[in-house]
């Protein structure tokens, strides 16, 4: 053979060699993280709900945290599957077990807000007959540090960052006051559960304002996460000066989005109640269209977002209870996909859930996540479903973007969703084929106009 020739063909396959070794060295494989939202949890569970009093509730007003796991096996009722209820001890109990023998396998985790049962206030008032604020507000920090003396067990190595949901309050639904006391409270408490110095200084430093801040979650410094807190934002939002902290919200995320995108870095935003349509209450409700947001503040978010393309990859919410998503349309024609977590409190209707991502550590981009319940047939925590084998099997690099967006109404993967939505119950009206329309059109369109045109479409097939 040509001398010529075989030293060619060696240079080549050398040269083949390198690309593939720095093919393999580019491509990391993707990790996890954990999130839970609306967790909702209610000690007085046990209580009988026309008492006036409830021996379980004195005792854990008056004993340690340390002591409430000992309290709750002895005088709780240990009801685990509390189906249209918010989260029991024993329902908190064996979902946080179930995590505990999974293995420390996460890079970090998120709480999306809501940690307090429904009339929190109400409930500690009728069981106790304390009418006091001052104790009322006592027991709400102790409920906060149990949960996370509770997290911290789980998840002894792994920082949790927290997100302010509309339940999350000293005053009732909704209520924000800003630099108050609830805010310092929280940031004194949930700094515990982070456990890189520079996020909990971070923390410190923004969250004290109005529950909003920025943490890189790994020594990745091009990987950030932007926590808001929606709740400002929201039509129902009621306190003191909500319209200032608002805005101040809006300027620091556009001040801390624009040095994202001078770092050439890669943000995926969190937050407890989700931007655009309520679509399940406008499919509740037919003839209405209530919108999440106010829209002076939805425009200026999308207004942000575009002036920085590119640089947010994903957004996470809560707040619905439901496994569903939504589709920004951007002005430069890309799409940004908001991925919502199912509720552990089951009280929408849901079975509770939680849910593991997975993502690029490169680009920051959500790639596939699994959705764990309680399955009520035999009150044990399961697998319910891979996104990638239920909606893309066959793809090896594709995003979560990717899978929703081949969506279309009026499929088989439509009524999978379906399914899915409801966390493998029916509860929702999005099985109905009448009422269905209104949450596909909530998943495309963010503004009353266009979703009320979307829903004049509503017997075509509206691709997603």
Known sequence: MNIKLVNQIVRGFIL??????VACQSKEPPASFLVFSDIHFNPFNSCNPTAKTCHIVERLVNSPIMEWDVIFAKYDNHLLNTYRDDTSPALLDSMLSYIQKQGNRYQFALLTGDFLAHDYQQLFQQYTGDMSDQDYQQFVAKTNQYLIYRLRQTLPNTSVYVAIGNNDSYHGHYYTNPGGPFYKMMVEQWQDLIVMPENKMNYR??????????????SDKKNMIVILNTNLLSTNAIGYNVPIAAKLQLMWLEHTLKN??????????????????????????????PVLWQAQYQEQFMNILNRYPGVVTDMISGHFHMDGFEILHMANGQRLLNSMVPGVSSISGNNS???????????????????????????????????????????????????????QLHTLRAIEYQKYFGV?????????????PYYYCGILEQTEQDYQECLKKQNTHLKM
């Open 260 to 289: 994202a995108a001078k770092n050439k870095a890669h943000v995926i935003i969190v937050s407890h109640i989700p931007f655009g349509i309520n679509a399940n209450k406008a499919a509740k409700v037919i003839g209405t269209i």
């Open 424 to 436: 493998k119950t029916t509860s929702q009206p999005i099985t109905n084929k009448v009422t269905a």
């Open 205 to 218: 430093q923004s969250a004290p304002y109005a529950g909003y801040y920025a943490i890189v979650p790994t």
């Open 353 to 407: 859930a939680f849910k593991v991502y997975q993502y690029n550590q490169k680009t920051f981009q959500l790639l596939n996540f699994q959705t764990y319940y309680l399955n009520p047939t035999n009150n044990k925590w399961q697998l319910e479903y891979d996104f990638s084998n239920a909606y893309q099997p066959f793809c090896l690099h594709c995003t979560l973007l990717d899978g929703y967006s081949k969506l």
């Open 16 to 21: 083949l060699l390198l690309i593939m070794l």
